[in-house]
């Protein structure tokens, strides 16, 4: 298959076995390393140190039936409920978008890739499905549900959406100079992304999403999708669907609220145009930021409601000055160590954001897949992860989910959710390359202009 943005791999080994890409645009000289740390590498080298290894979570580190990703892999082996097998859709969706940056990148061959692929497509066709659409978790050697909870063991629209905007944009791939095979694993991912039914979760026609459905519980989640979180993407897919799409109304009036969805507040200096639910000063954890716009192109993007990437830039940045300012004193926090989204926590998992939620954890996909917003800043952030903290919070699969510096905490866990969003985010400030795949889709074009979207793709 003919590459669309091929660039050439160059191996750099150093202490930490790094692996580095040769780019045809001039990089700007690493920072210097201090003494006893790790091999100083150009920023572009570490930029694909980086890929490279997150990549690996979604395969060396896949599930090997069904070739999808892991919710969860911990170095030590520990599965406190017993769930190495379980895989992740939203997960799988952001994996599938980091095997097309591994084959773009030369970290796989072509063959593997599409191998890769047809699998997960096989896996994906005959797996529990509620009215097309696939529950937040599988058993990952059967396609059977595991329930995420006591109710939620059926359908979850968001997850599938974020697995769907995965599917869209590996078809847009495939499609492109592919050959025969190629074309017919793109044409069973078409079918899959056809068959979800998505207006049969507005619960018989109401102008709003539901989360939610399940053959034994019903609509009894009852969780209606209302702005602002990171589910946008969602009524975008939704609006998309040449065969079971939603009328423009349930997206202006269900999850924009009527208008209500707009806020006009200040922080730090920077304008959030969005009222982020339960976080409106500060703007909710980053990783609603990245889920919606792994494909969705926020550049230039903009509806009656707001500006999206001067939204999304805007709430990196107070994320960012959040631990710059540092009000909760917490040890190492400043100009290269910032970043609070949902990860793994010293006491379980916890949403962390400015404000009380933040707990003194510091995720590293929260700047990272922040790359597109704040490159100079994220740099930063990478450049001390990588000569400082290497030795406690870089692994096989890349950095670790969560550390504190704080309470001296360094897991050697990941999380699927939080992995992917970095391997893409980091292609797309490099090339634009999952965006410009995604934006290519004549249903998401034809979806965005239903909902009174403008970007240059629709130009």
């Known amino acids: 298959m003919k590459k669309l943005f091929r660039i050439a791999a160059l191996v750099v080994f150093a202490s930490v076995a790094t692996i580095g890409c040769r780019s045809p645009e001039p990089t700007a000289p690493a920072k210097q390393a201090p003494e006893g740390a790790v091999t100083q590498i150009s920023e572009d080298s570490l930029l694909t140190l980086t890929q490279e290894r997150t990549f690996q979570y979604f395969w060396d580190g896949a599930e090997p039936h069904s070739g999808m990703a892991r919710e969860r892999f911990h170095m030590d082996g520990n599965y406190p409920q017993d769930d190495k097998h379980i895989v992740t859709t939203g997960g799988s969706g952001f994996g599938i978008m980091a095997i097309i940056v591994g084959m773009e990148r030369n970290f796989i061959t072509d063959r593997q890739g599409v191998d890769r692929l047809e699998r997960i497509v096989k896996f994906l066709k005959e797996a529990d499905r509620f009215h097309g659409v696939?529950?937040?978790?599988?058993?990952?050697?059967?396609?059977?549900?595991k329930p995420f909870g006591t109710k939620d063991d059926g359908g979850d629209l968001v997850e599938t959406s974020f697995l769907v905007q995965g599917l869209i944009t590996a078809r847009q791939y495939l499609r492109r100079d592919g050959g025969q095979e190629e074309v017919f694993i793109a044409a069973q991912m078409d079918t899959l992304w056809r068959q979800v039914e998505w207006d049969w979760y507005t619960r018989g026609g109401e102008n709003v999403l539901y989360w939610h459905w399940s053959p034994n519980y019903d609509w009894e989640m009852d969780f209606p999708l209302e702005g602002y979180n990171e589910t946008l993407i969602t009524y975008v897919m939704a609006a998309s669907s040449p065969t079971h799409t939603i009328s423009a109304d349930a997206y202006h009036?269900?999850?924009?609220?009527?208008?209500?969805?707009?806020?006009?507040?200040?922080?730090?200096?920077?304008?959030?145009?969005?009222?982020?639910?339960?976080?409106?000063?500060?703007g909710g954890p980053l990783f609603w930021a990245h889920y919606s716009y792994l494909g969705l192109?926020?550049?230039?993007?903009?509806?009656?409601?707001?500006d999206y990437w001067q939204e999304n830039r805007n709430h990196t940045l107070i994320n960012r000055q959040w631990a710059v300012e540092n009000s909760h004193n917490y040890e190492g926090y400043g100009e290269d160590l910032w970043g609070l989204t949902a990860s793994y926590s010293v006491n379980g998992y916890a949403a962390h954001r400015p404000g009380e939620e933040d707990l003194g954890v510091i995720s590293p996909t929260a700047a990272l897949s922040s790359f597109p917003y704040t490159p100079e800043y994220s740099m930063d952030v990478l450049q001390n992860f990588y000569y400082h903290l290497s030795d406690k919070i870089l692994g096989?699969?890349?950095?670790?989910?969560?550390?504190s510096l704080e309470e001296d905490w360094f897991p050697q866990k990941y999380l699927a959710i939080d992995q992917g969003p970095i391997v893409v985010m980091i292609e797309n400030h490099r090339t634009g390359l999952l965006w410009e795949l995604f934006m290519s889709s004549p249903e998401v074009q034809k979806g965005l202009k239903k909902l009174d979207f403008q970007s240059p793709h629709l130009e």
């Open 253 to 282: 009036e269900g999850w924009a609220r009527n208008g209500n969805i707009t806020a006009d507040v200040t922080t730090y200096g920077y304008d959030l145009q969005l009222s982020h639910n339960g976080a409106p000063q500060y």
């Open 297 to 306: 192109d926020p550049r230039g993007l903009e509806d009656r409601y707001a």
């Open 134 to 145: 696939w529950p937040h978790w599988l058993n990952g050697e059967t396609g059977e549900v």
């Open 396 to 403: 096989p699969y890349g950095f670790y989910d969560a550390f």
